[in-house]
């Protein structure tokens, strides 16, 4: 069983109004055929507004968020996820879950009522950057590394009272701080891998992971190969040194994956999909114990969900 904290599935489907998650579609990395395929039990799935959008605003957020009803939703075997009932019931049936999440604050331009309508909606996570700034705060690129504007520190704020899981993967170091000063926010990190194993601005400090393990937020390993190693052809055995260093800091109980599925369009080796999980579990088992095998793959990020979401 896996829980893969975040893919761009909805962005390839905004893209291509005819790709079928339900079927066996070779243009998506995340689809039904697959999750069934690699083990996937719960996915995040990100509204990720790409670039080629101009004034991005909450109106594309919901052409997503109508994606996801519409195309994945319909199939009754996929339940979306809004509350730990929810996480228990995918757990103890055949169900498999989604969550829904927002990569990105652009198209809120600002406003905390369009956060609480898409929470209604069904929204669990908000992650406020991406790459670069916005209204709300710098993102991991921004050459300045600013934090927080005074509207976003309204955004985080509006976040923690609604509960939702807030994600430092694409924040500026001095933005993640920021964050990591609020009290009881649920704070974590979806998609982002360990900088001393790899020196990529999007990965993170040995600070940020202590204090992601300090207030119990998991932490995806992700497989953008770029954050992984820094040149060469990508294996599964590549991202054991981040796991190695995070547990070495005391992450065990802390580590996950977040695939960047469908947001990526170059591989680790033997993980282009996510019906390939089946090897990343194979190779795991050869490495670790089966008990910490099974707190990376699922145990760890559905003890984060049970943490954090909402009980109903």
């Known amino acids: 069983m896996i829980i893969d904290a975040h893919c761009d599935v909805l962005m390839k489907m905004y893209r291509d109004p005819l790709l079928d998650f339900n079927a066996a579609e070779p243009l998506l990395d995340v689809s039904y055929p697959l999750m069934k395929q690699g083990g996937v039990k719960i996915q995040f799935m990100a509204v990720y507004l790409p670039e080629e959008i101009k004034n991005p605003d909450v109106g594309h957020i919901l052409e997503y968020v109508d994606i996801l009803h519409r195309r994945v939703l319909c199939n009754p075997d996929i339940v979306l996820i809004q509350s730990r009932s929810d996480l228990q019931h995918v757990l103890t049936t055949g169900k498999r879950g989604v969550l829904l999440t927002l990569e990105g604050a652009e198209g809120l331009r600002g406003s905390l009522a369009q956060l609480r309508m898409l929470h209604r909606l069904g929204l669990r996570s908000v992650g406020p950057a991406w790459n670069f700034a916005n209204w709300a705060v710098d993102g991991a690129m921004e050459t300045r590394n600013g934090g927080f504007t005074l509207r976003g520190q309204q955004l985080i704020k509006e976040s923690n009272q609604l509960g939702l899981l807030f994600d430092a ?144």
């Open 169 to 312: 993967s694409h924040l500026s170091e001095k933005a993640f701080w920021e964050a990591a000063d609020v009290p009881g926010l649920h704070l974590f990190a979806s998609h982002s891998n360990a900088k001393s194993a790899c020196d990529h601005p999007r990965n993170l400090t040995d600070g940020q992971i202590r204090c992601l393990i300090e207030r119990k937020g998991m932490i995806g390993i992700t497989f953008v190969p770029w954050f992984v190693k820094k040149t060469g052809s990508v294996f599964i055995t590549d991202l054991f040194r981040h796991i190695d260093h995070i547990c070495s800091l005391g992450g065990e109980d802390f580590i996950g994956f977040g695939s960047d599925f469908d947001g990526i369009d170059n591989y680790i080796r033997g993980l282009e999909n996510a019906g390939m999980y089946v090897n990343l579990a194979n190779e795991l088992y050869k490495h670790y114990t089966p008990v910490q095998a099974q707190k990376f793959l699922w145990q760890n990020g559905y003890a984060f969900l049970e943490r954090s979401l909402p009980v109903s």
